[in-house]
């Protein structure tokens, strides 16, 4: 079980799959302004971007990055079992109907048909937080035969994180500051399933403190003491290690 293991030390492998490619037919918004693969594309950089800052956590794209071309879904799946990932995040926005505008609207949340427990976990994990930081409306866990979860040989969800089928929606959806959302929500499901702990800021060696240069900051110069005094315990009050230096001037 993945977390077992990332608690032994173990990296935590993540495939993490923005769905489609740029030139998928129909995955688009009916008036054409965004392609869900620009969507899927922003939100899996800012995840992968968000997971580096937790410690032994790898992770791994599943799609060609620079868009050129759709991924077929075996690749995809066989690159995150050969890999030997621990989860696979598939994103994506949805749609309803026939690609025409309509009110469908919310996020859900998707794992295989037989709800395998971990998958289920992480599913619900990430699909609160979702919820939780973007307010949308919440259409719940659900099960489907998509091949990326049938495929997959470890706890395997996707996301769908709104609707382009629907305007309220797709507006959000080609907004930088939903995008970034939405990968902090999924990362923050994540780190609170697999109890990632934050990436934790390194400190300079001893031979590096003792060789490092210090850079002192004069705050004034006066030539009557008592200014000088006052000016001093000033400083102390607020927490500043000061003192009073005496040096003759020509």
């Known amino acids: 079980m993945a977390v077992a293991n990332n608690q032994q030390g173990r990296r935590l492998k993540i495939a993490i799959d923005a769905g489609h490619g740029p030139d998928t037919p129909g995955k688009r918004t009916p008036d054409g302004a965004m392609r869900e693969f620009q969507f899927n594309q922003a939100v899996a950089r800012y995840l992968r971007e968000a997971l580096a800052k937790y410690e032994a956590v790898e992770t791994k794209f599943t799609h060609a990055d620079d868009g050129s071309r759709d991924v077929p879904l075996k690749e995809r799946t066989d690159a995150a079992n050969a890999w030997g990932a621990d ?49 949308r409306p919440d259409r ?24 382009m089928t629907c305007k309220e929606s797709a507006a959000l959806l080609q907004q930088d500051s939903y995008r970034r959302l939405c990968a902090k929500a999924i990362a923050d499901g994540l780190a609170s399933r697999y109890s990632l702990q934050p990436r934790q800021p390194q400190q300079p060696s001893s031979s590096q403190a003792s060789t490092a240069p210090l850079y002192r900051v004069q705050v004034g110069a006066f030539r009557y003491k008592t ?6 315990q000033q400083l102390r009050e607020q927490g500043y290690d000061a003192y009073l230096k005496e040096e003759s001037h020509v």
């Open 227 to 232: 200014n000088a005094e006052r000016l001093a």
């Open 87 to 135: 989860a696979f995040v598939s994103i994506h926005a949805n749609a309803f109907g026939d690609g025409s505008w309509n009110a469908v609207m919310g996020i859900e949340t998707y794992v295989y048909t037989t709800r395998p427990k971990d998958s289920v976990e992480l599913a619900t994990a990430v699909h609160q937080s979702l919820i939780r930081q973007t307010g």
């Open 140 to 163: 719940g866990v659900k099960a489907a035969n998509f091949h990326v979860l049938r495929e997959t040989a470890m706890t395997a969800i996707l996301v769908e994180c709104e609707f």
